[in-house]
C-alpha cells in the first residue's frame, strides 16, 4: 500500500472527508441528537443547519447532555483511529505482546518501518484524561475541529520529514464491563479486586506510565532508529519524565530531545533532585507554555525551571500543541542536526589522534 502524499495543505483533510464520521453515528441509539460529520476544513459541523457543536441539546437536562457528548466522544474516537491507518497509513499494534486470546488489550499505533528504520524516531505522548491515541484533546476537535485537536499535523509534519512515528495510547487503560449496547449506562455492580471502577484493567497499560514503558521496553528499546524525540502533552510530559527516572540510561542514551508542552513534570520533584537527570533535561528539551507573549518567545517562571522555555502564543489551553506545531519541528531538526554534527566532528578527531598514534610508531 503506497504512503498517502501529504505535500498539499489540505489533502489529509480531503481524504478524511470521504470516510465521514456519520457512518459511525448512523445506525445507533442518538443518530439524530448527533447528525453532525466534519467538513472539508475538518469542522464539525450539523449536517441540517452546518452549526457548530451544541452541548446544551436537551434544555435542563444535564446528565442526558453529558451522555450524548459521551457518545459523540466515543464515536470522535473510532473515527480518529480510522484516520491514523486509512491517511497516515499507521499500523495497530496490540499489547501486550504475550496476551492470551481473551485477555483485554491495549494498542498504539506506529509506522510500517518504525522499528527497522534507522532514520530518526518521533513519539508522541498526549495529556491525560477521556481521549486515546491520535487526539491532543476531544473537546478541542469538537470546538476547534481536527487540525487542531488531533496529533495527525504533527503525524503530517514527521512523515514530510522522512521519520518514523510511534503515536503512544496512555489513555486506554481498562476495559469497559458493560456490553456496546449498554457501554453508556450507569454501573450499578461494585467493581471486585481485579476490576477499576470503571473496568477490567489491561496488563502493560494499567497506567500512562505503564503504558509507556511497556512500549518503551518491548518496541522503542528495540528500535533501530538511533535518534529519538518525544512531543509531551500535558500529563505526557510527567510521563516521559517518569520514563527517564526508570530507564534513565536507556533514555539518554536514545533519545535525543524533547518537546515539551504545558507540561506537568516536575524535574527535582520525580527524579529525587538526581543532578545527572535534571543536567539531561535543561540540555535536551524545550517547553513550549500557554501564554499571552508572541510564538516562541521567552516565558520566565521564578519557582519552576528544569529546561528552556517559550510561549506558545495562545493562553488557550487546547489550542496550545497546533499554534507550536512549526516551532517544535523547527527545534527538533536543530537538535538532531547539531548531534549529528558533534558526532560527525569526533568522529573525525578521533581518526585524526590515531592517525597521529600511528605516524609517530
Known amino acids: 500500500m503506497m504512503m498517502t502524499d501529504f505535500t498539499g495543505e489540505h489533502t ?15 445506525g445507533s441509539e442518538y443518530q439524530e441528537e448527533l ?12 449536517l441540517d443547519t452546518n452549526e457548530s457543536f451544541v452541548f446544551n441539546y436537551y434544555k435542563n437536562g444535564h446528565e442526558q447532555n453529558h451522555k450524548r457528548y459521551k457518545v459523540l466522544g466515543h464515536f470522535i474516537t473510532q473515527y480518529v483511529y480510522e484516520l491514523l491507518e486509512r491517511v497516515c497509513m499507521l499500523q495497530k499494534v496490540y499489547i501486550p505482546t504475550d496476551a492470551t486470546e481473551d485477555e483485554p488489550r491495549s494498542f498504539f499505533f506506529m509506522t510500517k518501518n ?4 534507522s532514520s530518526s524516531l518521533i513519539i508522541l505522548l498526549q495529556d491525560r484524561g477521556v481521549f486515546c491515541a491520535g487526539q491532543w484533546g476531544r473537546r478541542t476537535i469538537v470546538s476547534e ?16 520529514s ?10 486506554d487503560n481498562f476495559t469497559d464491563l458493560n456490553s456496546e449496547k449498554e457501554r453508556f449506562s450507569a454501573r450499578e455492580e461494585m467493581p471486585t479486586v481485579t476490576q477499576s471502577v470503571w473496568g477490567i484493567l489491561k496488563r502493560g497499560s ?17 528500535s533501530a532508529a538511533r535518534n529519538v524525540a518525544f512531543i509531551a502533552h500535558g500529563y505526557g510530559g510527567l510521563v516521559f519524565v517518569d520514563l527517564l527516572v526508570q530507564r534513565k540510561h536507556e533514555v539518554m542514551n536514545k533519545v535525543y530531545s524533547v518537546a515539551f508542552i504545558d507540561s506537568m513534570h516536575n524535574v527535582q520533584h520525580q527524579s529525587r533532585h538526581d543532578p545527572e537527570i535534571q543536567k539531561w533535561i535543561q540540555k535536551n528539551c524545550r517547553e513550549w507554555v500557554s501564554n499571552s507573549k508572541p510564538l516562541n518567545k521567552t516565558v520566565s517562571f521564578l519557582m519552576r525551571v528544569s529546561c528552556p522555555t517559550v510561549s506558545t502564543g495562545t493562553e488557550k489551553y487546547g489550542l496550545a500543541p497546533s499554534c507550536c506545531l512549526q516551532p517544535i519541528f523547527r527545534y527538533l531538526k536543530s537538535k538532531l542536526k547539531a548531534k549529528i554534527t558533534t558526532a560527525s ?11 597521529k598514534k600511528r605516524g609517530n610508531n
Open 35 to 46: 447528525k453532525y460529520d466534519f467538513n472539508i476544513k475538518g469542522e464539525l459541523r450539523h
Open 114 to 117: 518504525a522499528l527497522t528504520s
Open 162 to 171: 522522512h521519520w518514523e512515528v510511534i503515536v503512544l495510547n496512555p489513555n
Open 12 to 26: 489529509w483533510l480531503q481524504i478524511q472527508h470521504e470516510l465521514r464520521l456519520r457512518k459511525l453515528t448512523e
Open 345 to 355: 566532528n569526533s568522529r573525525v578527531a578521533t581518526r585524526s589522534s590515531t592517525s
Open 206 to 222: 494499567s497506567s500512562p506510565e505503564e503504558h509507556t514503558v511497556y512500549v518503551w521496553d518491548h518496541f522503542i528499546a528495540k
Open 145 to 160: 475541529g481536527l487540525r487542531h485537536g488531533t496529533q495527525i499535523p504533527f503525524i503530517k509534519m514527521a512523515l514530510q
